[in-house]
């Protein structure tokens, strides 16, 4: 059983551009939590999302950022028009329900020049 | 709003020594869960030990343990008989047993282990 995979590992994009980061979650789960962490900082929740539903998202920027569950495919979290303050590492979790603890990918290292 | 405080930036220890890293954590719910997390220079958040709020036994896990208290809301870990392998950042973290499922994370303790 194949952990969480979240890929691109490294992302470069120029200012103004688009980023599209994927994480496939674990056989079975259906919860996905999405995490950010500034260099030098803890990790902070940005969205959580079950499939075709995102049930928190209180952590979200309110412009620019986005994040979808489809019912078939991968979790993406999209951040428009990327700014300098948006380099950062992006962690996905997944969990098989609420309740029940979840387990990391490796994350996406966004750097924007 | 829930909080989690790591008041040691850098910690460094001896090999084959204990060291004990600290958290405190401001909540008002009776019901919820503590974890410590390791992150080693590969980034992968790596799950250390959790603990059930509802249980008085403090967690074990091999070498690692914590000192939960609940009353004091402080919940540190203490690793035994370091090794190098342990060198990494540790980051505390809370979790409601109700509602919201996310992850309250503190700013990590890096963590030096000497040979």
């Known amino acids: 059983n194949a952990g969480v995979m979240q890929n691109p590992r490294h992302l470069v994009r120029r200012r103004g551009q688009e980023a599209r980061l994927r994480c496939s979650p674990m056989k079975g789960h259906s919860h996905v939590y999405w995490y950010r962490q500034l260099p030098e900082e803890g990790l902070k929740f940005m969205v959580y999302l079950q499939k075709e539903n995102i049930i928190d998202e209180s952590g979200m920027p309110k412009e620019r950022f986005s994040a979808e569950f489809p019912k078939e495919g991968p979790s993406i979290l999209r951040i428009q028009q990327v700014v300098r303050g948006d380099s950062a590492a992006y962690f996905c979790a997944s969990s098989p329900g609420q309740g029940v603890d979840a387990f990391f990918g490796q994350g996406t290292r966004l750097t924007v020049v | 709003a829930q909080t989690v405080t790591q008041s040691q930036p850098e910690m460094s220890v001896q090999e084959a020594e204990t060291v004990t890293l600290s958290c405190t954590y401001d909540?008002?719910?009776?019901?919820?869960?503590l974890f410590w997390y390791k992150q080693p220079p590969s980034r992968q958040m790596i799950l250390v030990i959790r603990q059930e709020a509802y249980k008085q036994q403090n967690a074990t896990e091999n070498r690692f343990s914590v000192n939960f208290q609940k009353a004091a809301k402080s919940f540190s870990l203490k690793i035994s008989d370091s090794q190098l392998g342990d060198a990494a950042m540790y980051f505390c973290a809370y979790r409601s047993g109700q509602g919201a499922q996310k992850l309250v994370f503190g700013q990590g303790t890096r963590l030096t282990i000497n040979p």
């Open positions: 909540t008002s719910e009776s019901d919820y869960y």
